[in-house]
């Protein structure tokens, strides 16, 4: 640039009529100087791209040796991603590496056997959900290779359909549970839509989107916030065949209408009484679907709840009578607003079905038969609260309603929560519930982009440690444009809560990381000083894998609540590739000093990807 700065200037001393006179002459000297700065930028930039292929490789030889049989693969394929724009052919050997060590990986289960040993129903649980190794490799090859991808799912397919024929299985019939090869495709179909292939995606997903289960509905909702129209059309499709599936039962039409009314939240009922239920981490806005789409399902739905039972020795559908009314239960107030006539006939049908019929969970006071249907008013709270207290037999049993009570209010935002927690009269628990109740008004501050309310709360409210950096953390980023130095003071106090937090756990390195990221372009030396103690929290703290999710949750009467807090603003990858391109010698060294493979395998790969991938390099995102 200097050159052109020089070359500019001796232009402008020449009088007009020579400048005429040698145009062309001036010209082509100017295109000249500028090809010779870009040949001198390609010399400076050719020894960091070699430097960062050379360090890919030697992990990637480190990584065969691990003794951590699913680090192995993750680490053998990220680094495949990683150089696929610099060297794809070596790439494409590092996917097939990856593959083989993720086979050896799935074969040993070690993805779903815990040092808690679960039991064989949890097991089956993990395996059937799709997260295995293969699938996360799957993820990676299919951003960058699609016929290699096809090869591995073609794999899957084969391998899945001879142990189903070897153990007599069929596909799942309680249309909650996804076949284990279609729960693999959706995985890695999701994880491509996630990062924007919707194209790519819905290739991989299409022959996985013809049975009705919650991977299939949670993967078309998904896809329905990118591309609406695409989402639809399978959609529609899928009702049509459910219409015509002599199997379609109760459930069938629960886990429709999750795409219709409640999109991330899927449930199912049980014969004998009892749901299972699954809900997106990010609450789903219900969608404004077409009106011909919207009738096809009320139509189809009513045909399928409107068939009759059989006898109950013949009765093998999923839902059996109890599960059907639960259903009808359910979806009748919504039939009542869009379709009255079709609601009078199953009003009539399920006057019927319970006429006889009395069991504990199909009465209406059920939590599931409103949720995500009618979201309770704080008024409706109140009002059932007293009624569940004076029939409370216990002091434990009057804790969980207050607790339940509390926690509901305060995803509203109603203060009130406060005092329903504090009328909890075991210590331990009170303090938990109000803990939760003051962090969720911290996000919900957070969600309208109140940081002066989320400070507030962050220094008044009763909070752990890590809520406290997390909430001062979160309120900096909100104020680092526009109020840097009070943003810089909310960080300091992140840092301070931060140092405060007992024990190993690796909620101090994630926390320490999240301060970095805010920190190294509002101030790059604190940056720097800030991720050596997050290197030192992570050295103590076994658990850090530098992809760890920090979850915040507490158990009600209605089921676990939970508000967990990942993603790039923590993300041990992003604040790598970020020092890389301010100090890319000094980073490499910072990443080598992680202690565990782990973290210390993402930072490398990181600062890699930061010089050879395009754009920037993408989030390095462990599959959960």
Known sequence: MKLIAISLSFLSLLSLPTLAQSGQGGRARLEASERAVVRDADLAEAPRRDFAISVVIS???EATSYSDLALRPRVLARAGDVLWDADNVTARALFLRAWEAAEKGDAEEVTIKTKDDPPP???????????????????LVARRDRTLADEFLAKLKSQN???ARDSKRTRPVDNWSASEADAKRLQVASKLLNEGQIKQALE??????????????????ELRAKNAEAADQRFSHLVTLAEFDALSDANTVSGLSSYVLTPGLYITFKPEGGATWTQSEQPMAPPNLPVNLRDQFFQVAANILLRPLPPPDQDFSSSG???????????LTVFEQYVPDTATALRAYLTELTGNFSRDTTGNDNPLLTQGIKEDEPRDVLE?????????????ERDEIYADAAVTLATKGDVRARDLADKIDDSDRRAQVRQFVDFQFVQLAIGKKEASEAARLAKAGELTHTQRALAYTQAARLLMDSQRQRALAFLEKAADETM??????PDRAVLFVGVAMQLVTADPVRAWEIMGNAVKAANTAEDFTGENVLRFSTITRSGLKS???SGGHFSLAGIFRSLAKNDLYRSMDLAKSFKNDAPRSSAILAIASAILVKHGGEEFKQVK
């Open 59 to 61: 992990l990637a030889k």
């Open 204 to 221: 991989i997903a299409l022959p996985a989107l013809d049975q009705v289960n919650a991977k299939s509905i949670g993967f078309l909702s």
């Open 121 to 139: 129903m949890v097991i089956t649980l993990r395996r059937s959900s799709g997260r295995d190794l293969r699938s996360e490799v799957l993820a």
């Open 384 to 396: 059932r609260l007293q009624d569940r207290i004076d029939h409370a037999k216990t002091s434990r």
């Open 321 to 331: 009578r109890a599960g059907k009314i639960m259903v009808i239960r359910r979806l």
């Open 563 to 565: 508000i967990s807090i």
């Open 500 to 505: 405060r937090i007992e024990g190993n756990t």
């Open 161 to 163: 359909e001879r142990e």
